[in-house]
């Protein structure tokens, strides 16, 4: 079983940049696809990026293309996801998990049975 762990939210202003870390404990993190979701207040949490266990295969959604970057590094058992450009409407919690099916990506929250705590990212105007 895998624990992830966020950390690098916190405020940043329009136009700025953060970079989120997930860094996963008790099972290797080279054996998830892993994906990044956010939830803003009062809307459905959602999959904004993800990640197969080898690097091989990508998901962005449309609201954040060409503003995000997913990556990984399996030796040192951490994901990441840079944000560039924030928007005001970027506010959310954002929390990573890890799916099983690693050579595959599913954009079904569900399908990941791995979560961390969740970091908050607001985004001032």
């Known amino acids: 079983q895998v624990q992830l762990v966020e950390s690098g939210g916190g405020l940043v202003q329009a136009g700025g940049s953060l970079r989120l870390s997930c860094l996963a404990s008790g099972h290797t993190l080279s054996r998830y696809t892993m994906g990044w979701f956010r939830q803003a207040p009062g809307k459905e949490r959602s999959l904004v990026a993800a990640?197969?266990?080898?690097?091989?295969?990508?998901y962005y959604a449309d609201s954040v293309k060409g503003r995000i970057t997913i990556s990984r590094d399996n030796a040192k058992n951490t994901g990441y996801l840079q944000m560039n450009s924030r928007k005001p409407e970027d506010t959310a919690v954002y929390s990573c998990?890890?799916?099983?099916?690693?050579?595959?990506?599913?954009?079904?929250?569900?399908?990941?049975?791995?979560w961390g705590q969740g970091t908050q990212v607001t985004v001032s105007s």
């Open positions: 998990a890890a799916d099983p099916m690693d050579w595959y990506i599913r954009r079904d929250m569900h399908a990941y049975g791995y």
């Open positions: 990640i197969t266990s080898s690097g091989g295969s990508l």
